[in-house]
T-cell receptor, first 112, second 117 residues
């Protein structure tokens, strides 16, 4: 059975801290891994990772994939209160459509 | 462009009632999806449509039906609602290219919060 596991389930940090969110997966016919940010509405896309060892960066956020060990991390440096959200990891596996299996998410709260 | 739109935003049903959730996208995407999101469960795929004219079951299809009306629209129907179908429902769409994986990002609608009493 395909599985995506995220850790921690939740964490609270102070503004300015650096956080690392984890995502491990077991899926057949892996195609790519995606990170989404969800505030009180629809998930919004952050990154798509397809190759091991290549870091994707966007401002203070970065992510990397390890296809041998079957995991990915999402780093957020110098956190801000606006980073407070649920971060979702999803894995796309091959087929006629881009079918995603999601993890349960990590709830991040950034306090002043 | 509006992206992915969903109607209604909120709905309360009684057990046994039926209803249809509507979804439309204006991005000319091939594929469309319906997910449900429950507390502590993440998003789970209900049904998807790889292309116009095709639909397939996802992880949790029981109690639902779908129609891909045309390339833009994909509806989800609850024939006889049950309290276990209380959830937030998201529609999504994607281009879906077999080799250009960067095209396969899914774009989500704002969601429908459904309560079944």
């Amino acid at each position: 059975e395909d599985k995506v596991v995220q850790s921690p389930l939740s964490l609270v940090v102070h503004e300015g801290d650096t956080v690392t969110l984890n995502c491990s997966y077991e899926v057949t016919n892996f195609r790519s891994l995606l990170w989404y940010k969800q505030e009180k509405k629809a998930p919004t896309f952050l990154f798509m990772l397809t190759s091991s060892g290549i870091e994707k960066k966007s401002g203070r956020l970065s992510s990397i994939l390890d296809k041998k060990e079957l995991f990915s991390i999402l780093n957020i440096t110098a956190t801000q209160t606006g980073d407070s959200a649920v971060y979702l990891c999803a894995v796309d596996y091959t087929g006629t459509a881009s079918k995603l299996t999601f993890g349960t998410g990590t709830r991040l709260q950034v306090t002043l | 462009n509006a992206g992915v739109t969903q109607t209604p935003k909120f709905q309360v049903l009684k057990t046994g009632q039926s209803m249809t959730l509507q979804c439309a996208q204006d991005m000319n995407h091939n594929s469309m999806y319906w997910y449900r999101q429950d507390p502590g469960m993440g998003l789970r795929l209900i049904y998807y449509s790889a292309s116009e004219g095709t639909t397939d079951k996802g992880e949790v299809p029981n109690g639902y039906n779908v129609s891909r009306l045309n390339k833009r629209e994909f509806s989800l129907r609850l024939e006889s609602a049950a309290p276990s179908q209380t959830s937030v429902y998201f529609c999504a769409s994607s281009v879906t290219h077999p080799t250009r994986l960067s095209y396969n990002e899914q774009f989500f609608g704002p969601g429908t919060r459904l309560t079944v009493l």
